[in-house]
């Protein structure tokens, strides 16, 4: 028998677990990703990174929380943390198709870390401004805004490209299992040595994330074609949305995730407001920390089933269950007046939550070629993440002149309506 080289690399890797008694390798699972050592070394100093952003992300919900006892102000630290990726995604992703995507990486996360330090002084003061706070938070997110779309990029260059729903997999687990570390130790924190403490904590992670990014071996910028020369100026900038639009499947894609992102997810930045007011929890407490740590466990759950469980079920039905469920169980955590219900309820919707988000990332990222993904994974950015912010503020608002629980069941209405809107199988997505 006669073994092509892909094939001889399988069956070679194949033998080799089965020699060792281990499970066998499967391409696409979340184990297949994890043989790839680049792979390995970035995905664990961006795990480092993380738990160190959730951590200072959880702290600043509930120290804006506790220095102004306001919704809106909460909101706002919201927008700071994340409405620059709405801005500026596209600018970074402009700069990941055309430069060094590490040489952005590392420079971005510097300037995190620069921003966390800075943000300690200010916690630290006696009589901390609200203002400087917030434009603080506001530059750290900035810098994030310029790295994600260079971050996100880079891990089809980690593995070969039967191994990628394993990868994404796994980066959106960790990016959800940092949601569970990072609320519990900072919750220790934040009650002791308080927030500056946990923002100089983070600052230290983020040379994880440059480490890994140094030491592995992979493309960091890609390669020209012999094609005609690269749209420059605006036009470049411009170009991301044009790609995406004229690809019914990548335009159906990102307008589930902006939608689903402004009307659905606003709870999760709005949550300090909804465990004291529905909940009567202190937001400086271990039972609202492990609320959180609750929602961020089901999310992780729910991103690596899709590289492990549900690794060859459909994506497509994925995302439409998912979004079902979602909504029906975001409508009784909206309505939950006990502790013990909303517990288990709001872990049962980080699951939903990120099973959708990573069956989606996953068919965007397989269906896109290398010259482009780093434009059009910018527009994923902003509909992931940029657009929350937006809604954050919204839903701040609206949570003032009505109840937090108005929003939160606004949102579990939104996601019912997608789950009938994403048929993604209608605009050309395969089955599995």
Not at 73 to 97: E, H, K, N, R, W
Not at 131 to 151: D, K, R, S
Not at 222 to 231: C, L, Q, R, Y
Request: with cysteine.
């Amino acid at each position: 028998m006669i073994l092509r080289r892909g094939d001889q690399v399988e069956f070679e890797q194949a033998e080799e677990a089965s020699l060792e008694g281990d499970v066998p390798y499967v391409p696409g699972t979340a184990r297949a990703a994890l043989s790839h050592r680049d792979f390995t070394i970035v995905w664990s100093g961006l795990t480092a990174s993380n738990v160190g952003t959730w951590m200072q992300n959880f702290t600043l919900a509930a120290y804006g929380w506790d220095l102004t006892r306001s919704a809106a102000y909460v909101g706002l630290l919201g927008f700071a943390q994340l409405g620059p990726i709405l801005l500026l995604s596209t600018l970074g992703g402009m700069l990941a198709d055309a430069f060094d995507r590490r040489r952005i990486i590392v420079t971005m996360q510097v300037g995190q870390l620069v921003g966390s330090l800075v943000l300690a002084l200010l916690a630290a003061s006696s009589h901390p401004s609200t203002v400087g706070v917030f434009l603080c938070v506001l530059a750290i997110g900035t810098f994030n805004a310029l790295n994600a779309p260079a971050q996100v990029a880079i891990i089809p260059n980690l593995v070969p490209r039967d191994d990628l729903q394993g990868a994404i997999s796994l980066q959106s687990m960790q990016m959800n299992a940092s949601r569970v570390v990072g609320p519990a130790v900072a919750g220790v924190i934040y009650a002791g040595p308080g927030a500056a403490a946990v923002f100089v904590l983070n600052a230290v992670t983020y040379l994880f994330a440059v480490a890994g990014v140094v030491i592995a071996d992979f493309p960091t910028r890609v390669s020209p074609d012999d094609g005609p020369a690269p749209e420059a100026g605006l036009r470049r900038l411009a170009s991301g949305f044009r790609i995406a639009w004229a690809d019914r499947l990548v335009r159906r894609i990102l307008v589930t995730m902006a939608t689903f992102s402004f009307f659905s997810l606003s709870f999760i930045y709005l949550m300090p407001t909804l465990a004291s007011e529905n909940l009567g929890m202190k937001t400086k407490s271990v039972a609202y920390a492990l609320l959180f740590a609750g929602f961020a466990l089901g999310a992780a759950l729910g991103a690596l089933s899709i590289g492990t469980v549900l690794v060859h079920r459909s994506k497509p039905r994925i995302v439409r269950v998912g979004l079902m469920l979602f909504g029906v169980l975001l409508s009784v955590f909206a309505l939950a007046r006990a502790p013990a219900l909303a517990y288990p309820v709001v872990f049962a919707v980080g699951l939903c939550y990120f099973a959708v988000v990573t069956s989606l990332s996953t068919m965007l990222q397989a269906h896109l070629t290398d010259d482009v993904r780093g434009r059009v994974m910018a527009i994923w950015m902003m509909a992931f993440g940029g657009t929350v912010p937006v809604g954050v503020l919204v839903g701040g608002a609206v949570a003032e002149a009505t109840s937090i629980t108005t929003v939160v069941l606004a949102g579990a209405i939104a996601a019912l309506f997608l789950s009938a809107y994403a048929n993604l199988r209608a605009v050309g997505a395969p089955a599995a």
